[in-house]
């Protein structure tokens, strides 16, 4: 009876080890991918509006980043950090948009304060965008991970980077945008 209620211990203890092992592994879409598409409520500099990725592309190259919170440390780190660079993204025809699960009350008042009034915050709350892009935060529900995606004119994903840190999203998102201007921008 004993070694049974061990053997059941056991079992239970690495079928929940697999269970959180899994919900950390990236399912993130790849370089290659095609962009789901998608239109949003969004804010720019306190002014809603509906953002269509569609016709942002037709622009050019979109550097579309996801996170988990509005006003929480990282993501305030990060949208200051993106805030920042956003003049350099236009010098090579890219533009920028932030995508997480909170209202657009709350988008609004972040995209005055923390992105600066440089670039829109998009609303998610039903989770449409971050499921389609496989953006979820593994195991804390609705939240997004922090993952950015640098997509193509043509609606290909050339670009993915995966990390809690909010450190590297802008300057690993800027240098595929120059990869790709290099490539592509006529001179």
């Known amino acids: 009876m004993k070694r049974n209620f061990m053997s059941l211990v056991l079992a239970g203890c690495l079928s929940a ?6 919900g950390t592994a ?17 804010s720019l500099g306190g ?4 953002y269509s990725l569609a016709d942002a592309l037709k622009k050019g190259p979109v550097v579309l980043y996801f996170y ?7 993501c305030t780190i990060e949208a200051h950090e993106f ?4 003049d350099e993204y236009k010098k090579y025809g890219a533009t920028v948009i932030g995508v997480s699960h909170d209202n657009i009350g709350t988008l609004t008042k972040f995209s005055v304060s923390e992105c600066r009034n440089k670039f829109p915050v998009a609303a998610d709350e039903d989770r449409k965008i ?9 195991m804390r529900m609705p939240m997004a991970n922090r993952v950015s995606y640098v997509i193509s004119p043509d609606g290909k994903i050339i670009y993915e980077y995966t990390s809690l840190s909010p450190d590297k999203h802008v300057e690993n998102t800027l240098k595929a945008v ?4 290099a490539t592509h ?3």
Do not use: C
């Not at 080890?17 to 899994?22: I, K, P, T």
């Not at 990236?26 to 969004?42: H, I, M, V, Y």
């Not at 971050?130 to 593994?138: K, N, V």
């Open 17 to 22: 080890g697999l269970v959180l092992h899994a």
């Open 26 to 42: 990236s399912a993130t879409l790849k370089p290659g991918d095609a962009a789901p598409d998608f239109t949003a409520q969004a």
């Open 47 to 50: 002014n809603t509006y509906t």
């Open 68 to 74: 988990p919170a509005a006003f929480t440390k990282g």
């Open 83 to 86: 805030a920042e660079a956003v």
């Open 130 to 138: 971050i499921d389609e892009y496989d953006a979820g935060m593994p």
């Open 178 to 181: 120059k990869d790709w201007a």
């Open 185 to 187: 921008r006529q001179p």
